[in-house]
């Protein structure tokens, strides 16, 4: 199953601005055209999106592959978005049923979201705060899926490379609970800097695949036992493709090209490993 908007290549071209404040993130823009609606951040790149036709699909590519760790868990009741953006990721989680917090740091991020995007009214609380104030509150453990998106105008803030933030995104997860990270970095040394400080934080296991045909890169890790065998994995991703509409058998597929050794795992994620030219 493929959402009908899905048929459209996203283009943000032809736009016309509907809202733009200058904030913390940078120059803020919801823009649209014939087909889509989108949040920018003044440097002409979408950071969430959704078809007019079909708004509560995932529309931009990194997003439905940023939900690949659902094949590592076997349920998801509690979710924490690290950068809401336009709310894509955190409204298709509510709307399938997942208690959902979203967490940003930009008034005015929340601000847009809530004027021109479709946010539910079920299933989703929104907090304004800095993710690594969020993670230090007692509230804010025992996260089944954590989801890790925060770029401003100049890409990602640099502390996301710190062996800290990612014991504290570690230690905010239930046991079996998933971490999933949309990465963009424009040389390998910094993706592997990054790739083993999210090592360290989960017992020397991560994973990494490229979203295909763009340049971001999805990393995930389990807090606990990593499900590691294609026996295993393989109905799970039948099971989510299923279910959400989502390619799932095509991420697993990415995983196993990138870290799979006769139907099973390795978790040493690097540059070199994803095949990376920088």
């Not at 953006?85 to 979201?113: E, Q, W």
């Not at 493709?241 to 196993?256: N, V």
């Amino acid at each position: 199953m493929v959402d009908a908007a899905l048929s459209l290549t996203f283009e943000c071209t032809g736009g016309q601005t509907l809202w733009q404040q200058h904030s913390q993130a940078g120059h803020l823009q919801v823009a649209q055209n014939a087909h889509y609606r989108w949040l920018e951040f003044g440097n002409g790149v979408a950071q969430s999106a959704f078809a007019r036709n079909n708004p509560h699909a995932l529309a931009l590519p990194y997003t439905r592959w940023l939900l690949a760790g659902l094949m590592f868990t076997t349920a998801v009741e509690r979710a924490t978005l690290l950068g809401l953006g336009g709310g894509s990721l955190a409204s298709y989680l509510a709307r399938a049923g997942i208690n959902v917090t979203a967490v940003d740091a930009d008034p005015l991020v929340v601000a847009a979201a809530q004027q021109f995007f479709p946010l539910p009214e079920q299933n989703l609380d929104i907090e304004v705060c800095d993710a690594r104030e969020y993670l230090a509150q007692p509230g804010a453990h025992g996260m089944d899926l954590l989801l890790v998106d925060l770029f401003t105008c100049e890409g990602m803030p640099s502390w996301l490379a710190h062996a800290s933030f990612h014991d504290a995104c570690a230690s905010a997860l239930a046991p079996g609970g998933v971490v999933c990270l949309n990465l963009a970095v424009d040389c390998a040394e910094a993706l592997d800097e990054l790739l083993e400080a999210l090592r360290k934080a989960y017992g020397n296991q991560a994973l990494a695949i490229a979203v295909p045909q763009h340049a971001n890169i999805i990393a995930m890790a389990v807090n606990g036992p990593q499900p590691d065998s294609w026996d295993t994995l393989q109905p799970r991703a039948q099971a989510l493709e299923r279910r959400l509409g989502l390619p799932f058998e095509r991420m697993l597929a990415a995983i196993f090209y990138a870290h799979g050794s006769r139907h099973r795992l390795r978790f040493g994620a690097s540059a070199a490993s994803l095949g990376l030219s920088y």
